[in-house]
Structure formats: structure tokens, C-alpha cells
């Protein structure tokens, strides 16, 4: 049974840092790519870090340089995570963050959320100024 559930969320004042973590089971994520994704109220879900089973990391334009996606794949079913280090943070990073893994053969090169098959129910970030 696949199971995704976030949590590090909460409120920061801008330049503060969060981790935001993401508990996995259901696959062995070796052939999957797994990510975050941000949303806003009225916007598109937006790609922002991105991790394949070889640990090679992607990041949209937004967060390159400020955030740090990581995993730790227990190689089984269960005791999987990703991870999402955010440092200096920034107002217009608020939003609602969510975990996703695709089932692209362990391609990790797309951000349309259509093709990720499993997802979180997220978890809130706010920015303050």
C-alpha cells in the first residue's frame, strides 16, 4: 500500500530555514524519481527539487542555490525518505509543499505534475516579511 505523509512545516520570518520531511512506503523508489512540488492558492502546482534513485538532484530556477533535496532509501518497502532543506527563505516561498514520486522508469527529468502517480497530502510552509 503506497503511503506518502510530509511534515516540517510551519512559519518563518524571511531568512529563516525549514526541513521538510516525507515518509514513503509502497515502492522501493529505486527506479523512481521522487520530488517537491509547491502550491499557491489559485496556481499551478510548481516543480521545485527533484531526486532520482542515484541520488541526482534537479531544481527549478526558484529555490537553486537556497534548497537541498536529499534521500534515504532503505532499499525495501517501508523506511523511505526525502527530504527538503530549506534555507533563506522567502516570502513568495509560501505555500503548500508536497512530496511525489513518478513512475517514469527512474526518470526524473519532467515538472508536470501529471506524471507523478503518488502524492502527500502536504504540508503548509509560511514566509513572513
Known amino acids: 500500500q503506497v503511503y506518502m505523509m510530509e511534515s516540517g512545516g510551519g512559519s518563518v520570518q524571511a531568512g529563516g530555514s525549514l526541513r521538510l520531511s516525507c515518509e514513503l512506503s509502497?515502492?522501493?523508489?529505486?527506479?523512481?524519481?521522487m520530488a517537491w512540488f509547491r502550491q499557491v492558492p489559485g496556481k499551478e502546482r510548481e516543480g521545485v527539487a527533484f531526486?532520482?534513485?542515484?541520488?541526482?538532484?534537479?531544481?527549478?530556477?526558484s529555490p537553486k542555490g537556497r534548497f537541498t533535496i536529499s534521500s534515504l532509501l532503505a532499499g525495501r518497502f517501508t523506511g523511505n525518505w526525502v527530504f527538503l532543506q530549506m534555507n533563506s527563505l522567502r516570502p513568495e516561498d509560501t505555500a503548500m509543499y508536497y512530496c511525489?514520486?513518478?513512475?517514469?522508469?527512474?526518470?526524473?527529468?519532467?515538472?508536470?505534475?501529471?506524471?507523478?502517480?503518488?502524492w502527500g497530502q502536504g504540508t503548509q510552509v509560511t514566509v513572513s516579511s
Open positions: 511525489a514520486t513518478n513512475n517514469l522508469g527512474g526518470a526524473c527529468d519532467s515538472d508536470d505534475p501529471a506524471d507523478f502517480d503518488a
Open positions: 531526486i532520482d534513485g542515484d541520488k541526482n538532484t534537479r531544481y527549478s530556477d
Open positions: 509502497g515502492f522501493t523508489y529505486k527506479r523512481r524519481c
